[in-house]
């Protein structure tokens, strides 16, 4: 990955409008302390995906995860997948990111829950995790892997780490059609997004690592309901943007995700699950 491109992904999640405070001052909002916090409430506010708990289940159930397990979340945010599988399943879960500011508040919001002792948080490339090989038993990833440029890299990755017999299972932002070069340029600038390929794309690089494909589905046709809702739940969020980033972050942000739920509307976008298990 360039500096240019790492720099570009870390400023976009320094400033996003989904951030550890503007997870209290919500929960103050309904009421909660955030001293006596629990991670069923948390679960309400800090899941950075499409879907909710309900969409990290459904992968968890689709990847085998059980009690035992040590799972590791690439590109783990604040850490809501992480902690909901470990709340819920009774297993270890490693999460890494790149970003050092997701890292520090997954860790954060972690203790808060007094999860830490099953949920620890690594800050590192998914390109070159600094992690030992096939210690894992599943990877698990939720609409992430679209900032990543080298995917062939990053499912190496994957498969390196992850043990034989072991799950990598994901969802992701794929493109349904080709897009063009001025689309995947606006997406990079506004959303720091890699250049999108077909779901086609990951089902061949996991093959080409010892993977066999267990279960893929298209997920276009629920996201793009979700989006155009997801967007408007953006909006809502406009006082705390403004007055944590300012106005002129909000607008540009604003642009930039109404294009992104645009090409979801308009087809040309899409999303997508994929379970593989290394042989
Ligand atoms: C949309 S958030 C998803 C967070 C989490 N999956 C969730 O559902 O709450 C995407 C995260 O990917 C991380 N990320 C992007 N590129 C990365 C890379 N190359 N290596 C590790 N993390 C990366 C970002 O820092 C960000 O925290």
Redesign the pocket.
Known sequence: ?TDVH?DA??GF?DRHPINEDEILAKLLAAGIDPKHLDVETLARF????YGGTAAVDELASRAGIVAGAHVL?????????ARWLAHRYGCRVTG????RS?VEAAQRLTARVGLDTLVDFVE????AMPLPDAGFDAVV????WV??PDKAA?IRECARVVRPGGTIAFTDIVARVPLQPSEQQRLYDEMSYAPLGLADEYLALLESQGCEIVYLEDLSDVWTRLLVERLQMYRSLRDTTVAKFGQQHFESWDRGYAFFVGLYVEGRLGGTRIVARRR
């Not at 800090?46 to 995906?49: A, C, K, L, R, T």
């Not at 990833?141 to 992430?144: I, K, P, S, T, V």
């Open positions: 990955m790492r992904v870390i999640y800090d899941q950075d995906h979340d690439v590109c783990s945010g604040m850490g809501g997948p890494l990111d790149l970003t997701r590192g490339d998914a390109t990833g939720q609409e992430a900032h990543v990053l």
